[in-house]
């Protein structure tokens, strides 16, 4: 009996992990890494798994969605738009901005947005996949109506 119970088991985590790899590959993952440059600065990353994002958009309450309803479209749209079109060219720079402390370079990587700012005291860097960011917006709206 117990044998028959940790297979049950093993093939539940295996099952949910296969699931969860799946998803993650499907939707991307925001990435957020944060470097403090002085001595004893802190340095961190989050990856966030935009299918995280997607079901935890379905606990959000319609109630804080309804008067938001037409942005939430149009957002999500755009954003779906935005990331073909990205997908079907060449990575490129969109902004680039250099002084003397800080520079600031926006650009794409495949249907990725990726902002990076570096200064004297800090280095911060976000990726984002548009695809998949379009996809929680649209299961917002989605909510929303």
Do not use: C
Request: hydrophobic share 50%.
């Amino acid at each position: 009996m117990l044998m028959k119970l940790g297979v049950g088991a093993l093939a539940g985590v295996l099952g949910l992990s296969v699931g969860a790899g799946v998803a993650t590959q499907q939707y991307g993952t925001v990435v957020v890494r944060v470097e403090e440059k002085w001595p004893g600065g802190d340095s961190f990353t989050i990856p966030v798994p935009l299918a995280l994002a997607r079901v935890a958009a379905g606990f959000v309450p319609t109630s804080h969605l309804g008067e938001h309803a037409g942005d939430l479209q149009l957002a999500s749209e755009l954003a779906a738009l935005v990331a073909d079109e990205l997908a079907a060219y060449p990575d490129t720079v969109l902004v680039e901005v250099t002084d003397r402390h800080e520079s600031v370079l926006v650009h794409t990587t495949g249907s990725d947005l990726v902002v990076d700012v570096n200064s004297d005291h800090e280095r911060v860097y976000v990726r984002v996949p548009l695809w998949g960011a379009s996809q929680v917006l649209e299961a917002l709206a989605d909510k929303a109506h």
